[in-house]
Every structure is written in C-alpha cells, then in structure tokens.
C-alpha cells in the first residue's frame, strides 16, 4: 500500500469523525490535507463524496432526530445563495473576503460563547431560516463553507447535539449531491475520483458509527461551546491561510 493510499485513509477517517461528531467541518480538514496528496480538482469531488455517504448513513440511521422543516427551508434558502457565492467566487477579491469572513465568524463565535445575551427561537421562524440558510448558500457557492449560519441557527433552536446532527446531515444531502452532479458536468468526477473514493470507504464507515457514539456523549449544554471553538478554528485557518498565500 503507497503512503499516498495510507493518507488518504488517516485524512478521511479523521475529516469524518470530525463529521459524523459534530454534523458539518469536514471539508476543511479533508480539502487542505488530501491536496499534499493529490490534484484539488481531485481532492474537492472526493471530499463532497465522502459527504454524500456520511450524510445518507446519517440520515437513515437518525432519521427521527432530524427537524424536516428546518432543513427544507434552509435548503430552499441556501439554493437562492449558492449563484451569488459563486459570483463571489469569480469576481470577489478572494484574500479581502476570506478574511473579513474568518474574523466575522472569530467574531460572533465569541460573542456567542461569551455574551450575556442570546437570541432563543421556540419554533422556526422565517426570517431567520432565510437569513441562516442563503447565507449558507453565498459561503458554500464561494468557499464551501456552509456550517457557520447553520450553527447559527441551531443555537438559537436549542437543538440538543443529537438533532443538530441529523438536522444538518438532512441538510446537506441534497446539497452535496447536487455539488456532485455539478462536478460531474464539468469532468471532475473522474475514474481516478471513483477509485480513491472506494479506497477511502474503509476508513469513512468506521468513523461514522464513532462519532455517533461521541455525539450521544456530549452533554447538549456543552455541545455548541465546542462547536464554537471549531468555528473560531475555522476563522483563524480563512485568515492565516489567505496571509500565508499572499
């Protein structure tokens, strides 16, 4: 076995754990490792791959935990967003909005850990499934960054770590297959794609079933706190990143 074929296991065995744990992250820690290894136009099909298959099991295994009104308006909503990240994407100034969306979400994640005061929704309310959800969809189309606004939104639902899980996997199923067929159109999902993919399965499946099992540890009234450390995680690699490149 190649040490490429080696890494490619210990990436998405470690990327869907983080996954599968917590409900959204992975592509930032598949993405950046799996391009030591090979192509990003390899590496990014396979790491929306890999989605599809975490968020399916996922799906069917806690399909009663999953709030299907939520995450049918997100998704509606993140549709409507995804053409503007995209535009974003290929007319924004990259290094500018990169890091003015890491430190926007260092930002709100410490408040959100930190301030008194915190918006509780009781039910879904429109305004903001629209605002979380397009959101969601301008920062996927552009970066593939759809978790910040989710987050956001099951913290003011108070799900408890077991339904923001499964909500999210709801979420991102349809999301992610439809990244896939777009991949496909454009020729990325290649015979290479398909056998990496295969490949990386052993490592996937176990790591899924694990982070259920940590999910169901995690006391609901700490879940968000590490949550948000994650996100603040993820701002501080958008801002480091964008500096180091330029």
């Not at 990014?44 to 791959?49: A, E, N, R, T």
């Not at 007319?91 to 500018?96: A, D, H, S």
């Not at 926007?104 to 509780?120: D, E, P, R, V």
């Amino acid at each position: 076995m190649s040490t490429t074929i080696i890494c490619i296991l210990i990436i998405s065995f470690v990327a869907t754990l983080v996954r599968s744990t917590f409900g959204f992250g992975e592509s930032l820690v598949a993405v950046p490792l799996f391009i030591f290894f090979i192509p990003v136009e390899q590496a990014v099909p396979l790491s929306v791959l890999i989605s599809i298959i975490v968020a399916l099991v996922v799906v069917v295994q806690d399909h009663k935990e999953i709030h299907f009104n939520s995450a049918k308006w997100l998704i509606i909503f993140a549709i409507l967003g995804i053409p503007i990240g995209v535009l974003l994407l290929v007319y924004g100034n990259e290094q500018l909005i990169k890091t003015g969306l890491g430190l926007l979400i260092i930002g709100y994640s410490l408040y959100a850990l930190y301030g008194k005061n915190s918006l509780f929704l009781q039910k879904d309310n429109m305004f903001w499934l629209f605002t979380c959800g397009f959101l969601s969809g301008v920062l996927g189309g552009a970066f593939g960054i759809n978790g910040p606004p989710l987050v956001v939104y099951g913290n003011m639902r108070k799900w408890s770590a077991t339904h923001f899980r499964a909500t999210l996997q709801a979420y991102f199923l349809p999301a992610s297959f439809i990244g896939v067929l777009g991949y496909a159109l454009k020729g990325l999902v290649t015979v290479e794609v398909m056998k990496l993919f295969l490949i990386s399965l052993p490592a996937v499946i176990p790591a899924i079933f694990l982070g259920r099992y940590l999910n169901r540890r995690l006391k609901n009234g700490h879940f968000f706190k590490y949550v948000y450390f994650g996100l603040i995680l993820i701002g501080l690699f958008l801002v480091l990143n964008t500096s180091v490149i330029h």
